[in-house]
């Protein structure tokens, strides 16, 4: 599975910014679908993530101020952020998990939260 990020920008605080991920190539049924992030000298963290039957995780840091949906027919997910924080600046990957094929990664996209 191959995994395309894009909408990563500069942003200021209080901002909003619609990041978008599509899937491609050898899918068989994508089950779970998500975003995680990872800041300067910081482990990867979940940002939201998405399961087939329609169950969604939030980061405790996020919940409340970004929303993640997803478009099962075209192998997409976006993730929506509003009253962005100078702590959310990050490097956004893309996840995915076929079925068959197993979880992949994007190759990420820079958020950078500043005035």
């Known amino acids: 599975v191959r995994l395309v990020e894009s909408g990563g920008d500069l942003v200021q605080p209080g901002g909003s910014l619609r990041l978008s991920c599509a899937a491609s190539?050898?899918?068989?049924?994508?089950?779970?679908m998500g975003w995680y992030r990872q800041a300067p000298g910081k482990e990867r963290e979940l940002v939201a993530i998405m399961y087939s039957g329609g169950s969604i995780n939030y980061g405790d840091s996020v919940k409340g101020r970004l929303t993640i949906s997803r478009d099962t027919a075209k192998n997409t997910v976006t993730l929506q952020m509003n009253s962005l924080k100078s702590e959310d600046t990050a490097v956004y990957y893309c996840?995915?998990?076929?079925?068959?094929?197993?979880?992949?990664w994007g190759q990420g996209t820079q958020v950078i939260v500043s005035s």
């Open positions: 190539g050898s899918i068989v049924s994508i089950n779970v």
């Open positions: 996840y995915a998990r076929d079925s068959l094929y197993g979880g992949s």
